[in-house]
């Protein structure tokens, strides 16, 4: 899985001079907390926003996506367990 955080997003942002400005300089002053996770083939992400408490927890299967928001514990297990039965 490939892991992104808060400072390696802004870092990004702050660096692309195609943003329109306003963007650029909301990264600037956003502290907020931000990880995310992807699996290799773009299936399974993982979102962190600390700010609210939750996960939000995107995947995608055949036709079918699903994305929810939920406990932090609940989103690992899941994660677990979809990375362990598809061979992840």
């Given at each position: 899985?490939?892991?992104t955080d808060s400072d390696e997003l802004r870092r990004d942002i702050l660096a692309n001079q195609y943003l329109p400005?306003?963007?650029r300089e909301r990264a600037k002053n956003?502290?907020?907390?931000?990880?995310?996770?992807?699996?290799?083939d773009n299936l399974l992400e993982v979102d962190r926003l600390t700010g609210n408490g939750l996960i939000r927890f995107y995947m995608e299967a055949g036709n079918g996506s699903m994305q929810v928001d939920v406990p932090e514990e609940t989103a690992r297990s899941i994660a677990r367990w979809i990375l362990d039965h598809t061979n992840a």
């Amino acid at each position: 899985m490939e892991f992104t955080d808060s400072d390696e997003l802004r870092r990004d942002i702050l660096a692309n001079q195609y943003l329109p400005e306003h963007l650029r300089e909301r990264a600037k002053n956003d502290t907020s907390e931000y990880c995310r996770a992807e699996d290799a083939d773009n299936l399974l992400e993982v979102d962190r926003l600390t700010g609210n408490g939750l996960i939000r927890f995107y995947m995608e299967a055949g036709n079918g996506s699903m994305q929810v928001d939920v406990p932090e514990e609940t989103a690992r297990s899941i994660a677990r367990w979809i990375l362990d039965h598809t061979n992840a």
